[in-house]
């Protein structure tokens, strides 16, 4: 079983229709993250949070909110989706440690594809 | 400008080739430097990191050049099943907040 789990893993929706992305994690980590990937853009970084009390902005925020129910779980949401928001949506945990080689690496989910029409 | 740029390709080579993949980044005070890997339809995960002296990993070698702001990726005698794409990734400060992701770099390895 995956460490990150996604689901759904595809969504087609319709325009003004809100949307929930859910993500849960079975990697004890305290951060978790929300990105979407588009063709030629790479990944851009919609919320993240550090800790259950603790919701940040990133860098494609708007349009966009999330709850974070638990250090497992971390939704995102379209209140009222847009054919633009069409894209791979992924969640991601990290767990930098306080080791001096701790890379923060990114565990990824394996995607959300959503399509608004 | 995008803030990491890296060539899309595709690359197409043969098996047992040699091919480089280059990165540039736009934010001088970059702290963090990363290569990931995501396969067709799958999710990116953690190749590399990229040190400042370089660093090797098997087949796959990593350099850095901050003087340039360009980050390389060396791959030798490529399998099959090395196809992907490859993702730059720099992270601005000293957490994983602010990641900036390249678009990526298609490679395709051809019998």
């Known amino acids: 079983d995956a460490d990150v789990t996604q689901t759904p893993r595809n969504r087609i929706t319709k325009t003004g229709k809100r949307i929930m992305l859910e993500c849960s994690q079975t990697?004890?980590?305290?951060?978790m993250y929300w990105y979407r990937q588009d063709p030629g853009l790479g990944l851009r970084l919609i919320y993240y949070?550090?800790?259950?009390?603790?919701?940040n902005k990133g860098e494609i925020s708007d349009g966009y909110s999330v709850s974070r129910q638990a250090q497992a779980k971390f939704s995102l949401s379209l209140e009222s989706a847009i054919p633009n928001q069409t894209a791979l949506y992924f969640c991601?945990?990290?767990?930098?440690?306080?080791?001096?080689?701790?890379?923060?690496?990114?565990?990824f989910g394996e995607g959300s594809r959503l399509t608004v029409l | 400008r995008k803030e990491v740029e890296q060539d899309p390709g595709p690359f197409n080579v043969p098996e047992g080739a040699t091919v480089a993949f280059n990165c540039t980044y736009s934010?001088?005070?970059?702290?963090?430097f990363f290569w990931y890997r995501q396969d067709c339809r799958k999710e990116p995960k953690l190749l590399m990191s990229?040190?400042?002296s370089g660093n090797e990993d098997g087949r796959f070698t990593a350099q850095l050049n901050r003087a340039s702001q360009y980050i390389s990726l060396l791959i030798r005698d490529s399998k099959l099943s090395d196809s992907a794409t490859y993702l730059c990734?720099?992270?601005?400060?000293?957490?994983?907040?602010?990641?900036?992701f390249g678009a990526g770099t298609r490679l395709t390895v051809k019998p």
């Open positions: 991601a945990t990290s767990d930098p440690g306080l080791a001096e080689d701790d890379t923060g690496e990114l565990f």
């Open positions: 990697k004890g980590h305290d951060r």
């Open positions: 949070s550090f800790d259950v009390k603790d919701i």
């Open positions: 934010n001088s005070a970059s702290q963090s």
């Open positions: 990229v040190y400042s």
């Open positions: 990734v720099v992270n601005p400060r000293d957490n994983n907040n602010d990641m900036r």
